[in-house]
């Protein structure tokens, strides 16, 4: 059984920074693509970003493009997402989800990604 923990969420100020962790167990995480998605009250889950299973490749949603980075330790079974120059409209549940079909590219629609984790919440606001 594959399960996904995220952590680092909270509650920061605009400007701010924040780490989010996505902690995999289970099986080869490694084999992997993983993506970061978002849900925002009153919205649908969104994509936000994503990385390829050696870490080569990352695909970012426009509105997060510059401001956020996602990264992978495969030694460590976590995939990351750095988030700098947070916005009140960044608040929202972070999920990670994990995508085991080998494809080119990274998928950003959710029915692409097999295993999800339970969300961290960011909030963002003076």
């Known amino acids: 059984q594959v399960q996904l923990v995220e952590s680092g969420g909270g509650l920061v100020q605009p400007g701010a920074s924040l780490r989010l962790s996505c902690a995999a167990s289970?099986?080869?995480?490694?084999?992997?693509?993983m993506g970061w998605f978002r849900q925002a009250p009153g919205k649908e889950r969104e994509f936000v970003a994503g990385?390829?299973?050696?870490?080569?490749?990352?695909f970012y949603a426009a509105s997060v493009k510059g401001r956020f980075t996602i990264t992978r330790d495969n030694a460590k079974n976590t995939v990351y997402l750095h988030m700098n120059s947070l916005r009140p409209e960044n608040t929202a549940v972070y999920y990670c989800?994990?995508?085991?079909?080998?494809?080119?590219?990274?998928?950003?629609?959710?029915?692409?990604?097999?295993?999800w984790g339970q969300g961290t919440q960011v909030t963002v606001s003076a």
């Open positions: 989800a994990a995508d085991q079909t080998p494809r080119m590219g990274i998928a950003a629609l959710e029915s692409m990604y097999v295993y």
């Open positions: 289970g099986r080869t995480f490694s084999n992997w693509a």
């Open positions: 990385i390829t299973r050696s870490g080569g490749t990352t």
